[in-house]
């Protein structure tokens, strides 16, 4: 099952690359590049530096803004997912970030924070935390009753019910939170180099734009998608590594 799951994917990526090439070729508008010419261009961005410079700035606030959000959006989606009374008086704060138009909010962050570090890490966080929390809190609150009570019949202290027990059953959902939230953060890490200040990535995206060097644009746009198929499948293994043998979902009350 696992190298029909391999070869399945191959055979969806060789599709959409060939439809890219194709769509390139007839072409569809004078500024969509060809895949081969593409990939030309972001392998002659990395011989020459240009792509390792900018992942260096990029991966800077992405990394710091998702650990952020992955640490802290569990621990509150846990301690909303636990508590009646914290679920009521927090939700609907995530609710409302997760709905808010994050282009709107980037002024704001930039006159509180300035255009450095810490203003990117907030959007990564901003676009991130909301649904990790808000995934977890609901896996944790949907974990069945009968689970918990057999803890608590064979004398589970309330921290064993939680860690055994809890986040076991709830690992399928706080792991897909946690690989929607990490997908949104790639996002806000390159909007926010494109809103606050021109670097990494977005500054590659934006002057190649400016300059209509079309093949460069689609690279720095195809690696960055690339980077977080690679991390989400990383964090998937990671999943499976952690909870084998645990089933993924719930058992039936």
């Not at 994917?9 to 060809?34: D, M, N, R």
Request: charged share 15%; net charge neutral.
């Amino acid at each position: 099952m696992p190298d029909r799951a391999l070869l399945l994917k191959l055979l969806s990526a060789v599709i959409l690359f060939g439809a890219w090439e194709i769509a390139g070729h007839i072409p569809i508008s004078y500024a969509f590049p060809t895949f081969l010419e593409s990939m030309s261009a972001m392998f002659r961005m990395i011989a020459d530096g240009t792509m390792i410079d900018a992942y260096a700035e990029t991966l800077r606030p992405l990394v710091v803004g998702v650990a952020i959000s992955a640490v802290l959006g569990i621990a509150i989606g846990l301690w909303i997912g636990l508590s009646n009374f914290f679920d009521w008086l927090f939700s609907p704060i995530f609710i409302v970030m997760q709905a808010a138009p994050l282009a709107a909010l980037i002024p704001l962050l930039v006159l509180a924070y300035g255009i450095g570090l810490t203003s990117k890490v907030l959007v990564v966080c901003i676009m991130a935390m909301p649904v990790i929390v808000l995934n977890t809190a609901g896996a944790v609150r949907n974990t069945p009753e009968s689970l918990k009570e057999m803890g608590r019949a064979f004398l589970a202290s309330e921290p064993s019910i939680i860690l055994r027990i809890i986040i076991p059953a709830a690992s399928p959902v706080i792991f897909a939170g946690l690989r929607l939230g990490i997908s949104a953060g790639f996002i806000g890490a390159i909007l926010a180099e494109l809103k606050i200040t021109p670097t990494g990535v977005g500054d590659i995206i934006t002057y190649s734009r400016s300059i209509a060097d079309y093949p460069s644009m689609y690279a720095a746009i195809f690696s960055i998608i690339l980077l977080a198929v690679l991390f989400l499948n990383l964090l998937e293994r990671t999943e499976t590594l952690l909870f084998k043998g645990n089933e993924r979902g719930y058992v039936s009350d």
